[in-house]
T-cell receptor
Framework: RKEVEQDPGPFNVPEGATVAFNCTYS??????FFWYRQDCRKEPKLLMS???SGNEDGRFTAQLNRASQYISLLIRDSKLSDSATYLC?????????????FGKGTHLIIQP | NAGVTQTPKFQVLKTGQSMTLQCAQD?????MSWYRQDPGMGLRLIHY???????DQGEVPNGYNVSRSTTEDFPLRLLSAAPSQTSVYFC???????????FGSGTRLTVV
């Protein structure tokens, strides 16, 4: 089993819809979790951290399910500008600079 | 506040040439890392540093050297370029891995 897995998509979603995608991780002792957004030919940008109790930032909700070892990202009322690749990042025990594992990303396309 | 600055943005090298990719950050971050991103491979860690004078290897260090003489700068040197090093290179910095990383805009390198 790969360390961090994401459905590559693409997810084609009409504008205004709600979309959710998951990221599974293999190390049950993983400590920290993040969602990054990467636009085409641009750098990854931190979207949000994922907290154990779940957290929300505007239209975005991130959740952690430790029992099933996955994190999720839900986007409500999707906008054309949400089209991007969403990367999950998992930090392994120890939490050092070499402990970050990036998923390969889920490609989201919001259609007008 | 410039964040993380990478130069050059684009570079074409001939096989066997050497060059240095520059990375500078103005956020006083101790943690800095170099990643390469290839299609279908996700982001892979090349080298990282946890402070001035301290560097270590990541997942794919062969063919690359780094140094960290100051907190601000973390250059990546390609010793003898090979076509397999054609990639997009990202430099990133962080106050602490648990807080997420800020990425530079990347260097697109082609080795012919």
């Amino acid at each position: 089993r790969k360390e961090v897995e994401q459905d590559p998509g693409p997810f084609n979603v009409p504008e205004g819809a709600t979309v959710a995608f998951n990221c599974t991780y293999s190390n049950s002792a993983s400590q920290s979790f993040f969602w990054y957004r990467q636009d085409c030919r641009k750098e990854p940008k931190l979207l949000m951290s994922v907290y154990s109790s779940g957290n929300e930032d505007g239209r975005f909700t991130a959740q952690l399910n430790r029992a099933s070892q996955y994190i999720s990202l839900l986007i409500r009322d999707s906008k054309l500008s949400d089209s991007a690749t969403y990367l999950c990042v998992v930090i392994s025990p120890g939490g050092g600079a070499d402990g970050l594992t990036f998923g390969k990303g889920t490609h989201l396309i919001i259609q007008p | 506040n410039a964040g993380v600055t990478q130069t050059p943005k684009f570079q074409v090298l001939k096989t066997g040439q050497s060059m240095t990719l520059q990375c500078a950050q103005d956020m006083n971050h101790e943690y800095m890392s170099w990643y390469r991103q290839d299609p279908g491979m996700g982001l892979r860690l090349i080298h990282y540093s946890v402070g001035a004078g301290i560097t270590d290897q990541g997942e794919v260090p062969n063919g690359y050297n780094v140094s960290r003489s100051t907190t601000e700068d973390f250059p990546l040197r390609l010793l003898s370029a090979a076509p397999s090093q054609t990639s997009v290179y990202f430099c990133a910095s962080s106050y602490s891995p648990g807080f997420g990383y800020t990425f530079g805009s990347g260097t697109r390198l082609t080795v012919v």
